[in-house]
């Protein structure tokens, strides 16, 4: 049972290289999001989906790119490294069966780009 | 109008004193008041949560007061622990066009003395 499952845990970058991020979740939930968490700004939504194929803008897209082509797997690129961009990363899912449910994050991904 | 203002940023407490966290919203279209535990390298973890319906939830040690009035929530740990040593996120949630939306507090780095 594993849930979300974040990969890569840690990842260095420079300025200008590309990653990608990937979140697989074997919960058979809908909804998935990306997180970046910041010192003294808490959690910050990045890009969510509502389901295979959908994605949208959560609060601070810019510089982010996503795609779910698979129920269960939501990655998260960045094309171009910035400083800024240094952060720890959560995904998260849930399903709308119940109403609004519970957020499973992921053990996270830390970001540094130099 | 979509922030979740957290206080305090940071927390000591002996063992067995009482923890509070404090939480403050503004939009009255949130529906949803969760609290989220964070281990150091892991992600959050969901602790308890309240519906505006109720003035008070509590799960053993964990209390939410919530007033609706004065839109403000609160966190309790009684008896607290070493082992509740932990940082802590309030968030407010509400339905957005296809999912849920959720604003997190800044959170609160909790530490409980032995």
């Known amino acids: 049972n594993a849930g979300v499952t974040q990969t890569p845990k840690f990842r260095v970058l420079k300025t200008g290289q590309s990653m990608t991020l990937l979140c697989a979740q074997d919960?058979?939930?809908?909804?998935m999001y990306w997180y970046r968490q910041d010192p003294g700004m808490g959690l910050r939504l990045i890009h969510y989906s509502v389901g295979e194929g959908t994605t949208a803008k959560g609060e601070v897209p810019d510089g982010y790119n996503v795609s779910r082509l698979k129920k269960q797997n939501f990655l998260l690129g960045l094309e171009s490294a910035a400083p800024s961009q240094t952060s720890v990363y959560f995904c998260?899912?849930?399903?709308?069966?119940?109403?609004?449910?519970?957020?499973?994050f992921g053990e996270g991904s830390r970001l540094t780009v130099l | 109008q979509q922030q979740v203002k957290q206080s305090p940023q940071s927390l000591i407490v002996q063992k067995g004193g009482i923890s509070i966290i404090n939480c403050a919203y503004e939009?009255?279209?949130?529906?949803?008041f969760p609290w989220y535990q964070q281990f150091p390298g892991k992600g959050p973890a969901l602790l308890i949560a309240?519906?505006?319906?109720?003035s008070e939830k509590k799960e053993g040690r964990f209390t939410i007061s919530f007033n609706k009035s004065a839109k403000q929530f609160s966190l309790h740990i009684m008896d607290s622990q070493p082992g509740d040593s932990a940082t802590y996120f309030c968030a407010a949630s509400m339905y957005f066009p296809g999912t849920y939306k959720y604003i997190f507090g800044t959170g609160t780095r909790l530490k409980v003395l032995a």
């Open positions: 919960m058979n939930h809908e909804y």
């Open positions: 939009n009255t279209a949130f529906d949803y």
């Open positions: 998260a899912s849930s399903s709308p069966d119940r109403g609004v449910g519970e957020l499973f």
């Open positions: 309240i519906r505006p319906d109720v």
